[in-house]
């Protein structure tokens, strides 16, 4: 849903996807360093 607001402004088109890939990859970083 906070993708859906950032998307609306077209000159950001590609901050949705990047606020969508990094806490991905953030949680996946965590879990391989954890484990």
Known sequence: RACTA????GE???MPT???AL???AV????V???
């Open 28 to 31: 996946v970083g965590g879990q």
């Open 18 to 20: 990047l606020w969508d």
């Open 12 to 14: 950001e088109s590609a």
């Open 6 to 9: 950032l998307g609306d402004h």
């Open 33 to 35: 360093s954890l484990s």
């Open 23 to 25: 806490p991905s990859i």
